[in-house]
């Protein structure tokens, strides 16, 4: 029996139910078996609820035992690949009839057996947090109308937040997570972006993000290009997320990154965080993403307030 903590393996089996919805939303009986992506997550997920729910102790699913554990364990057993394949039809059964009760039976013991303070404070101390991605995730882009291209905003006038910025980093801290920034500025390495124009252009995103009820705990920057230095910060390296750890006594397995672009999807991997891509992406696009060697997210949203509900979710959709 693993000596894993019930909590943490409550929380696996959220973020796998979490994964599941994600990636069956918007389907049905008839285009499920059609959406290879989706059917081959739901399969990893439905694995790892299982297993999860296998190494609760015996002496806690028996005080729970209005839950139905064997037959999530059973269902494993009957959807996971054999030597026949797998009952796609089963398997979308399970997802539209089994796991939404379930679902919410988790959270609701989750909330019970919860530690008193921030629920994912453990004994280690460490605490966990969400990164987060400035331009284009916090903040609008810039058109520059000289290069034809978007750009990071360079004066404090040009910075506009995203839609539910404000709520998001409010969301996360108030479930207990540190909000942290961190961003590429390879405009200091080029010669176009100096510290007075940084502190300005975060004083303004700062300002907004009060007026929203919303602070974030620190901001970390790459100043590198590495058409001009070699670093070991510059996002998709995980140097930031790294500093940060040790810097704000940082639980990185329990901690996000989220972000709009593969070099956050990369940077969260690399450290051992989970990862959220904030895209507005119709399947075939996301698809095209996971092509990308480590550019796999662990969960795509459509904005922020969906990035905020997989990170703190209220109640599964029925």
């Not at 989220?258 to 075939?284: H, M, P, Q, S, Y």
């Amino acid at each position: 029996m693993s000596s894993r903590p019930i909590v943490l393996l409550l929380d696996d089996i959220l973020d796998a139910l979490a994964r599941i919805e994600e990636y069956t939303l918007g389907l049905t009986a008839e285009s499920f078996p059609r959406t290879s992506m989706a059917a081959d997550a739901t399969l990893r997920n439905l694995e790892t609820i299982g297993e999860a729910v296998s190494r609760l102790p015996p002496s806690f699913r028996a005080l729970h035992a209005g839950i139905e554990w064997h037959r999530i364990v059973g269902l494993r057993n009957r959807v996971i690949p054999g030597d026949f394949g797998v009952d796609l039809d089963l398997v979308w059964d399970v997802v539209a009839r089994v796991l939404p009760g379930f679902h919410r039976e988790i959270l609701r013991l989750r909330r019970e057996t919860d530690v008193s303070g921030p629920p994912m404070v453990r004994e280690t101390g460490l605490v966990p947090a969400v990164f987060i991605d400035r331009d284009g995730t916090m903040n609008d882009m810039v058109y520059d109308g000289t290069h034809g291209t978007f750009d990071s905003p360079r004066r404090a006038e040009q910075v506009r937040l995203r839609p539910g910025a404000a709520e998001f980093v409010r969301g996360v801290k108030a479930a207990g997570f540190r909000a942290i920034l961190v961003t590429n500025q390879p405009g200091f390495a080029k010669g176009t972006l100096t510290q007075a124009d940084l502190d300005a252009v975060h004083g303004r995103l700062a300002e907004l993000l009060a007026a929203g009820g919303a602070a974030w705990d620190a901001v970390y920057v790459c100043p590198h290009h590495p058409g001009v230095s070699a670093c070991d910060c510059r996002k998709p390296k995980p140097g930031l997320l790294l500093q940060a750890a040790r810097e704000h006594g940082l639980d990185l397995a329990r901690s996000w990154m989220v972000g709009d672009g593969l070099v956050d999807i990369g940077a969260g991997r690399a450290a051992g965080c989970r990862t959220i891509l904030v895209a507005n992406l119709k399947i075939e696009q996301i698809e095209r993403f996971l092509a990308f060697e480590h550019g796999e997210p662990d969960h795509v949203a459509r904005n922020l307030a969906g990035a905020l509900s997989i990170i703190v979710p209220t109640e599964p959709r029925a």
